[in-house]
């Protein structure tokens, strides 16, 4: 049974979150992004600050306002631009959480002018981006490092793979299949899983009340390790 912390119990804990999508330029007219609306890490600096953590919130493009109360508030682009703003902020942070979703890949050229739809097929060459949770992983040292993981087939499997790779203390597996789950709605169903192999199943609950039972590990997980 987890005991929740009380309103405070987050004093002056240092939080990096990281909320949204990101947008990769093709041209000056047109973008490559995802479904997320920047609710899950919002609502998570929302209660971090109101628990007396300070908080860094490193947004992609949302419609959003900002929670009150933040110590600073980055708004970047691209996936490069977040990976920059992340790793300045790093080594001064005690939590990271990593709820954005991060475009994968991005157009290896941006073309100056908007591109014409001259023929009837069309190529764009696409280069990975920086993983910048796994880079966080690897450069971790005193952080408490949580992400989240979007699936839709072999969701324990992934999201176990994840954590160990990329170094994490948890992670919280949105599978997509599941009803009330997902991109741009106020709820969630999520489970989350640690690196001894325990799972936890949470109930469908909204992104406000699941940011607080995040939390609330996260304060445990200080708890026990960070005495
Ligand atoms: N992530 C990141 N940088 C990236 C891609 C993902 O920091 N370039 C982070 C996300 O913020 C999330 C976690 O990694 O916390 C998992 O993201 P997800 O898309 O589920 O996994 P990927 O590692 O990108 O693998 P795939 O998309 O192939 O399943
Ligand atoms: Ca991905």
């Known amino acids: 049974k987890i005991i929740l912390g009380k309103d405070g119990d987050l004093k002056d804990k240092k939080f990096l979150i990281t909320a949204g999508p990101t947008r990769e330029p093709i041209d000056p007219v047109r973008f490559i992004t995802n479904h997320s609306s920047g609710k899950m890490g919002y609502a998570l600096a929302e209660r971090a600050i109101h628990r007396g953590g300070e908080v860094i919130l490193i947004s992609g493009p949302t419609n959003l306002d900002p929670p009150l109360g933040l ?3 980055i708004q970047v682009e691209t996936a490069q631009e977040m990976f920059k703003a992340v790793m300045q ?3 001064e942070v005690d939590v990271v959480i990593k709820a954005a979703a991060v475009a994968d890949f991005s157009p290896k050229h941006f073309e ?3 591109i014409k739809k001259h023929g009837f097929n069309m190529i764009i060459e696409l280069k990975k981006n920086p993983d910048i949770l796994q880079e966080l992983g690897n450069k971790k040292q005193h952080q408490i490092l949580v992400g989240f993981a979007a699936e839709t087939t072999n969701a324990a ?3 176990q793979d994840k954590l160990i790779r990329k170094n994490l203390d948890f992670i919280i597996l949105n599978d997509l299949t599941q009803e009330g789950a997902g991109f741009a709605k ?3 169903i999520v489970k ?4 001894d192999g325990r799972i936890e199943e949470l109930p469908k609950m909204l992104k406000k009340d699941l ?3 995040i939390l609330d590990r996260v304060f445990l997980y200080m708890e026990q390790y960070q005495k």
């Open 157 to 159: 499997a992934n999201a």
């Open 89 to 91: 902020h790093y080594p």
């Open 211 to 213: 940011a607080d039972e």
């Open 192 to 195: 989350i899983l640690y690196r």
């Open 71 to 73: 110590y600073k508030y």
């Open 112 to 114: 100056a002018e908007k």
């Open 186 to 188: 106020d709820t969630n």
